[in-house]
């Protein structure tokens, strides 16, 4: 199988989860703690594989300033698109109480949460297709650390969207289409990074790695504490362990 191809099929089964969340979240009624305690543990999965896997492997690929450099500037710009776009409504995209906005609440506010849904993914999937590019095979921590952590996003997001009265149909469209964007976007992270300087890569890769970790304290933390409140803590420590574990098994 050509590489290019395969990056981009790792990517859409990391996708695949948050299909998966979406459906249980819109079609069960998963109660709330249950759905924190799921969100906890999915960013105690990413907090690891960004620590472990993206920053040490920038590290080593072009040392401490292209990190700093890339992880501030996806930091900045995910905060900053996070920012405009929580004004046009999806600040609560990834809550499953009843904060998120309806269409009639807020006009334009389901183009917001799908616009924001897509920030949180991509950067994920840019550096599942960028994992491959050493030459070996793909980070198998990382796939898994997005694939845990998208089941609990789209879990929350899609009982949040049945809330606001979105419509299943729009629902499982919109995840759908975002999970064939992870795949492209996996893809892409393979096919344009091909035959960059290793310093390049190690921006790139840091630069995804602040995008995720913006994005785990700006939208999953305060959802998982929301309704786990003390417990948050463990349970996010449990996924932390779990995957730092896997990454050195």
């Known amino acids: 199988m050509p590489e290019w191809l395969e990056a981009g099929l790792w990517g859409l089964l990391a996708g695949s989860a948050l299909v998966i969340g979406a459906v249980v979240g819109y079609v069960a009624r998963v109660p709330r703690r249950v759905i924190a305690s ?3 543990f999915g960013a105690g999965v990413l907090l690891s594989a960004v620590s ?15 990190v700093a450099l890339g992880a501030a500037i996806g ?5 900053g698109a996070n920012i405009l776009l929580a004004r046009r409504g999806a600040r609560h995209r990834k809550r499953s109480g009843d904060v998120q906005p309806s269409e009639q609440e807020q006009p334009g506010s389901g183009n917001a949460i799908a616009v924001g849904a897509l920030l949180d993914g991509v950067p994920e999937s840019v550096v599942i297709g960028a994992s491959l590019l050493a030459g070996g095979p793909v980070s198998l921590v990382t796939v898994l650390a997005v694939f845990l952590s998208n089941v609990p996003e789209g879990l929350s997001s899609a009982a949040g969207m049945r809330q606001a009265g979105r419509s299943r149909r729009w629902v499982l469209l919109l995840w759908s289409a975002i999970a064939l964007v992870s795949g492209a976007a996996a893809l892409a992270g393979y096919t344009l990074l091909g035959g960059a300087p290793p310093e390049v890569l190690a921006t790139i890769t840091a630069l995804a790695a602040g995008a995720i970790l913006a994005m785990i304290t ?25 995957a730092f574990a896997l990454s050195h098994a």
């Open 75 to 79: 930091a900045l710009t995910y905060t």
């Open 52 to 66: 472990f896997e993206l920053i040490a492997e920038a590290h080593a690929q072009g040392g401490l300033l292209p």
């Open 218 to 242: 700006d939208t999953m933390v305060p959802e998982a504490f929301e309704d786990a409140h003390l417990l948050v803590g463990l349970i996010t420590v449990l996924g932390f362990l779990i």
């Open 38 to 40: 799921v969100m906890a």
